[in-house]
């Protein structure tokens, strides 16, 4: 069974920068898209930023210009570097595979930014 594992949050005054890191326990990025994703106030998975397996990237509105989501194949791990945060970017942060959700959801990783 993969699982997924994420890190890299914390506490951060709006304007600051961090870097999400999403690494999964078996060779399973290299050929998929994969997501960040953020929860929502219904429990449900909103997407933040998608990576295809040839790079390609898509972003919601909201982060567009100031996130940027990127992979590493060799490492098995998939980043999401957060710039110019804002009070609004607060939230539990998730990666899965995208558009589909193939595997078990991963604990997520908190970001709090302050304003």
């Known amino acids: 069974q993969v699982q997924l594992s994420e890190s890299g949050g914390g506490l951060v005054q709006a304007g600051g920068s961090l870097r999400l890191s999403c690494a999964a326990s078996g060779r399973i990025f290299s050929d998929n898209s994969v997501g960040w994703y953020r929860q929502t106030p219904g429990n449900q998975r909103a997407l933040v930023a998608a990576?295809?397996?040839?790079?390609?990237?898509n972003y919601a509105g909201s982060v567009k210009g100031r996130f940027t989501i990127s992979r590493d194949n060799a490492k098995n791990t998939v980043y999401l570097q957060m710039n110019s945060l804002k009070p609004e970017d607060t939230d539990r942060y998730y990666c899965?595979?995208?558009?589909?959700?193939?595997?078990?959801w991963g604990r997520g990783t908190q970001v709090t930014v302050s304003s």
């Open positions: 899965n595979s995208w558009p589909s959700w193939y595997y078990h």
């Open positions: 990576i295809t397996a040839s790079g390609a990237t």
